[in-house]
């Protein structure tokens, strides 16, 4: 008796291509909408954290579930006020204040100059050296669901202290909305050699609420 074996037939991998190509490209398409966005430096106004032409990993999703925090490095829709541009533009900028947050400059014991945030001074050390924490003295207070933004490069950089100024002192025109943040910039990932975490500096642990 001869075992008959039917043949099976296999699929053919330059038929299943197309699809996996077009499945990747929605998966590439969704996380980048959605989760994960590169995004590179062109200015130098986040000096010496951020140089120009670094390219950082933007979390896209992290405050679908909470609200920014100080301290925090984000990328956010800046107003047309802002850029210039009516079609918008992205800026990357440091988080000082956020809602309810009492930010003033300065606090001047000891001849060093010091933002004070509800109260507590607070050292810069990131800030871009010989930089002061501000060109003029100034006394905030951070709207709801707004965030005060400033470079750590503070003398080339456009953010909230220089829009106060520029406006009037409008404190609406000088802050972000929560809403118009894209996300968090957790990671310089290229050039290999500068590759870091951007975590928040010790410096903002233990600043009271408002």
């Known amino acids: ?7 099976k037939p296999r699929s053919s991998f330059w038929k299943e291509l197309p699809i996996l190509l077009g499945v990747a490209i929605l998966v590439a398409v969704l996380v980048r909408a959605f989760v994960l966005q590169t995004f590179f430096i062109p200015s130098p106004s986040m000096e010496n954290t951020l140089k120009i032409d670094d390219r950082v ?13 100080r301290g925090e490095v984000i990328v956010f829709k800046a107003p047309t006020e802002w850029s210039g541009n009516p079609n918008g533009e992205d800026f990357i900028k440091r988080v ?78 000088a802050t972000i909305p929560e809403g118009e943040v894209v996300g968090r910039a ?25």
């Open 1 to 7: 008796m001869i075992d008959e074996q039917t043949e």
């Open 57 to 69: 990993l933007v979390n896209k999703l992290v405050y679908d579930f909470r609200s920014p925090h």
């Open 96 to 173: 000082i204040g956020v809602g309810g947050d009492h930010v003033v400059c300065c606090d001047r014991a000891g001849g060093q100059e010091r933002l004070i945030i509800n109260g507590k001074p607070i050292d810069e050390p990131f800030i871009f050296p010989g930089n002061k924490p501000a060109d003029q003295d100034f006394d905030v207070t951070v709207p709801a669901g707004r965030l005060w933004v400033m470079g750590d490069h503070r003398e080339a950089s456009g953010d909230s202290l220089e829009h106060w100024q520029q406006s009037g002192e409008d404190i609406n025109e």
């Open 186 to 210: 957790f990671t310089i990932f290229w050039p290999f050699n500068r590759a870091t975490w951007l975590t928040v500096p010790k410096q903002f642990d233990g600043i009271p609420n408002p």
